[in-house]
């Protein structure tokens, strides 16, 4: 193909219906029928990236393997795709200025009055076209983050408006609004997408598509009044009704036609019939488990499960692996201490300690990894979790008594975990941890590399502190062992304690890669010895 396609998806109404979602099964549908596709978040709020939010603010935040710090929505469209992401992937208002800014002070603007027409709007033009003309896509999906009518996506929509009046039909606008149900008359009710589609209208902008949340059944007569007064031809108003997973959306798209009318529009040959085979042995598994187990999630952000976001869909995808229902147990490590640590968790068949930062909760996850690691309960530590691991392991095993990490306990005589040596000195918060892939070498009697079954890995990394080196002749002494390390630093990537039937610690992010079709294996092999731990309690 010599031109780029670009399809923008804009959502109204509500917030939170699921543009990432449509956006990535529409993707997955076009790249089954032999397109090479990516996904692009447009994000409208002035931090450069979220990489300094709090996750009650944003949800989690997702990792690239060049080391970006983006949405959570780009999690989902690696899921989907099975393709990885980058720093182009995710494009905020802060980005956008900072880049302007940086422009008008180098002189590029000189003797011009730098305005947000057409500057920023150029700005945005130029990140929504590099994936095409750089990366050579076939097709750029681009979401528009927030809803139709927030001052912040202003210059996104105009931007979009410019873009299809300049590209005519290689561009393509779906709108994802809100139908909803009335239970008092027993109604669904379209005025809500009507005022949606009239909002982006005054904009300048026609959506060619328009994709209906519903809990209920769409009648023809209902989505023939939404094509009339909304402009969009009755086969281009697509349902998109509530599914038990986000996996299924994809299935239901193709039902609807939507990758099919997409490709009209944008005159584009059908090309292969999607095989989606794989796609519904997954979802069979998912629905038809023959086992079941339950994981205690132990994290300070349980109240949003956003947080985790890419931890629970790993479990889901080696749920689906193992043929297993996995249920989590979500528990809040602040609420955890040595009187309820057996109430707590004693139904549980594995123990996951979540990544995290600052010194909350942090005594209720010493608790959990002593209990896991004494009744020998499957235990996974991610990042600050394998650091938890090692501080529990020195200060009972050890018997160093106030063993912690710097970040918590910057005078502690122990510092079983310290500060990377070059991140001291680092005083700017955004984008300044350790970042992105880096490789790692696995010992090839360990856990970790049964797991894999190979020596040589590379995983995505978010973290300033480090196990300390120093420590870890004597703590290799006592029964953990030091698994995997940097090639290059001799970073300690990978603790595990051998005579535990399966106890592993990891530096890295295994969630942020996990995927439908490539379940990540660490993730795999921690259900199974959930499943066979279940088993034992059991007799």
């Known amino acids: ?55 009650y603010e944003h949800g989690e935040c997702y990792v690239t393997e060049d080391g970006a710090e983006t949405d959570l929505d780009l999690g989902h469209y690696e899921r989907f795709l099975n393709s990885p992401t980058s720093q182009a992937n995710n494009v905020t208002t802060g980005r956008i200025y900072q880049s302007v800014i940086n422009k008008e002070r180098r002189g590029d603007y000189l003797g011009k009055t730098v305005q947000i027409i057409p500057h920023i709007t150029d700005e945005i033009k130029r990140y929504i076209k590099y994936l095409g003309s750089k990366k050579k896509f076939d097709v750029v999906i681009s979401e528009i983050g927030g809803t139709v009518g927030d001052i912040e996506s202003l210059p996104y929509i105009e931007a979009v408006r410019q873009m299809k009046w300049e590209l005519g039909t290689d561009a393509l606008i779906i709108h994802l609004t809100l139908v909803p149900y009335l239970s008092a008359s027993g109604e669904l009710k379209t005025k809500p997408t009507q005022h949606s589609v009239k ?30 007064f909304c402009n969009v031809s009755k086969e281009a108003v697509i349902e998109s009704i509530d599914v038990s997973t986000i996996y299924e959306v994809p299935i239901r ?15 584009l040959p059908l090309g292969e019939e999607p095989d989606l085979i794989n796609w519904n042995e997954f979802l069979y598994r998912y629905k038809n488990p023959k086992k079941e187990v339950t994981i205690a999630l132990i994290g300070k952000y349980v109240e949003l499960r956003d947080a985790y976001k890419s931890i629970t869909e790993a479990i889901i995808h080696a749920g689906a692996s193992n043929e297993c229902k996995v249920r989590v147990e979500w528990i809040h490590s602040e609420k955890i201490n040595e009187d309820n640590i057996e109430k707590r968790l004693k139904d549980c068949h594995g123990i996951l300690i979540a990544p995290g930062f600052g ?3 942090i005594e209720g996850k010493i608790i959990a990894a002593k209990y896991a690691r004494e009744l020998k309960i499957p235990f996974f530590g991610i990042c600050l979790g394998m650091q938890i691991a090692v501080i529990e392991f020195a200060r009972n ?78 703590i290799e002494t006592a029964g953990m062992r030091a698994t995997g390390f940097n090639p290059d630093t001799n970073l300690v990537e990978i603790i595990e304690i051998p005579e535990h039937p399966w106890y592993i610690g990891v530096q890295f992010h295994p969630e942020y890669s996990s995927t439908v079709l490539q379940p990540h294996p660490l993730f795999v092999a921690f259900i199974k010895a959930a499943i066979e731990n279940s088993q034992k309690k059991s007799i």
């Open 1 to 55: 193909m010599s031109t780029t396609k670009y399809i923008f998806v804009t959502g109204g109404v509500a917030s939170s219906l699921g543009k990432g979602i449509i956006a990535s099964s529409l993707a997955k549908l076009l790249q089954a029928r032999g397109y090479k596709v990516t996904i692009q978040k447009l994000d409208p709020y002035i931090n450069v990236d979220p990489g300094t939010l709090n996750p």
């Open 397 to 474: 095993i050890l018997n160093l008594q106030g063993a912690d990490s710097t970040e918590m306990n910057p005078s502690t005589e122990f510092p079983v975990i310290d500060l990377m040596d070059e991140q001291k000195g680092i005083t700017d918060k955004g984008g300044t941890m350790r970042l992105g892939s880096y490789a790692c070498n696995l010992k090839k009697d360990s856990g970790a590399y049964k797991a894999y079954g190979k020596s040589k890995i590379s995983e995505r990394h978010r973290h300033r502190y480090e196990f300390n080196n120093s420590f870890l002749p004597m």
């Open 253 to 267: 798209m193709k039902d609807e036609k939507l990758d099919i009318i997409v490709l009209n529009k944008l005159g």
């Open 199 to 228: 909002q982006l209208l005054e904009n300048g902008v026609q959506p060619d598509v328009l994709v209906l949340r519903t809990e209920h059944k769409l009648t023809p007569d209902l989505k023939g009044k939404v094509a009339l």
């Open 359 to 361: 010194h909350r909760g």
